[in-house]
């Protein structure tokens, strides 16, 4: 599993059924002395990489936050990018998110087009991910800026298949997300179906706003466990989420 971001910096080595905690960071929703206080908490407890990014960046913070999170962490820091106007060298490396729940041809191919001479420039590490928006409620900011419709909640079957298409097609990632204030998380039975379908890493995001949410994502078969909106309301949901994931690492270390 290709699970190198995660070792930046590190001694350990990537270990098949291991899980990951990353944290989103919308540079709209944050100013400084709140990030602070995340980066200071991510510190002393385990996240594996902050995504930096959202479905609409309205500020012109996004350099800042890089920078201020690559002067206080070493933990890396991946783009979650939604146009090709989001790009930015600071960073270790980008999600190339292709939206393979969507039609819209803009997040398919269009807006990698636009970007590839940026990045093959750049000496950003590239991890193509196909990207599966979950209807979970409400409209979501992620839906609404796409133009596309989610995959329906009770529909395991089509993500499953949307995920194994995107890995026929060469994608290394698949990301199942709810999207931004989701009023529900993936389901479990969504995830179970991902993951039985395709090999790849499967990251899983959006309304997992308790432990027991993120303990149910990561049983079901999540690789990685996103948490982003609920973090900056509490930061100290940070530190349970933490204990979730290291619970499920140090039962597989026991099991070797």
Same mark, same amino acid.
């Given at each position: 599993m290709p699970f190198d971001i995660f070792y930046q910096n590190k001694q350990q080595q990537p270990s098949p059924g291991r899980k990951y905690f990353a944290v989103l960071l919308d540079p709209d929703n944050l100013n400084e002395a709140s990030c602070l206080q995340i980066l200071s908490l991510s510190e002393l407890h385990q996240v594996d990489f902050f995504l930096v990014g959202g479905s609409l960046i309205t500020s012109q913070s996004q350099s800042a936050l890089i920078q201020l999170i690559k002067d206080n962490s070493s933990i890396p820091v991946i783009l979650f990018p939604s146009s090709s106007l989001h790009l930015d060298k600071q960073a270790d490396g980008i999600l190339l998110l292709s939206l393979i729940s969507g039609r819209n041809p803009e997040f398919l191919i269009g807006q990698h087009v636009i970007a590839a001479p940026i990045l093959k420039a750049s000496q950003l590490q590239i991890y193509p991910t196909g990207y599966m928006l979950v209807d979970?409620?409400?409209?979501?900011?992620?839906?609404?800026?796409?133009?596309?419709?989610?995959?329906?909640?009770?529909?395991?079957?089509?993500?499953?298949?949307?995920?194994?298409?995107?890995?026929?097609?060469?994608?290394?990632?698949?990301? $199942?997300?709810? =999207?931004? /204030?989701?009023?529900? +998380?993936?389901?479990?039975?969504?995830?179970? %179906?991902?993951?039985?379908? @395709?090999?790849?890493? $499967?990251?899983? =995001?959006? /309304?997992?706003?308790? +432990?027991?949410?993120?303990?149910?994502?990561? %049983?079901?078969?999540?690789? @990685?466990?996103?948490?982003?909106?609920?973090?900056?309301?509490?930061?100290?949901?940070?530190?349970?989420?933490?204990?979730?994931?290291a619970s499920f690492n140090i039962a597989l270390d026991v099991h070797r």
């Open positions: 979970t409620g409400k409209q979501t900011t992620a839906s609404y800026m796409s133009g596309t419709t989610p995959i329906p909640y009770d529909k395991p079957a089509i993500a499953a298949c949307t995920a194994m298409a995107g890995e026929q097609l060469g994608l290394r990632y698949m990301y $199942l997300d709810g =999207g931004s /204030g989701a009023q529900k +998380p993936v389901s479990p039975e969504m995830i179970a %179906a991902v993951r039985q379908a @395709v090999e790849v890493p $499967l990251i899983v =995001g959006g /309304g997992i706003n308790t +432990p027991e949410k993120a303990r149910t994502a990561l %049983a079901s078969g999540a690789d @990685v466990v996103v948490i982003g909106n609920h973090i900056e309301k509490n930061p100290s949901f940070l530190a349970e989420v933490s204990k979730v994931v």
